[in-house]
């Protein structure tokens, strides 16, 4: 009996820039991981059950652990949704998002992740510190790659 195999590696990449009153201050990217519920949420969109596991926001927390797969949501987190996606090659969506300078203010920025409809926490990223404040935005790119 012939065995055929097919290996697809889901990884993710995370780009963002930091502003201070409009000025670029950081520019930031680097690789992220995907979780293990990532897995269980494209099972249910192949099936065409899955239309909350659709990949509709960002999430920026406090939690200064670096990520794991079994990791399920982010620590004190403000979510709003993304901007929009694009298809930019075979294999890749994109999503563009922003956290405004009225949002998330007062927060030690430790983490970031994608969350779907219902809230399955779908890609994580940990990094340094950003002390959000009133004069700082953040917008960033992050891309899901198949």
Known sequence: MMQISDTITLRGALEMTVRRGGVPVEHWAD????MTAA??????LVAGDGADK???????????????????ALTNACVKP?????????????????????????MAIREF?????????FA??????IEKAADIS????WTIIF
């Open 82 to 106: 993304l901007l929009s996606h694009d298809y930019p090659e075979t294999g890749r969506v994109r999503f563009k998002w922003s956290i405004g300078v009225g949002e998330a203010n007062g």
């Open 54 to 72: 659709v990949v509709t926001k960002i999430g920026v927390g406090t939690g200064a652990n670096p990520p794991t797969p079994a990791d399920l």
């Open 39 to 44: 897995r269980n949420a494209l099972a249910r």
């Open 31 to 34: 690789n992220n991981m995907i």
């Open 124 to 129: 994580r990223k940990s990094r340094p510190a």
């Open 138 to 141: 953040i917008d960033g790119i």
């Open 113 to 121: 992740g994608l969350l779907t409809v219902d809230n399955t926490l």
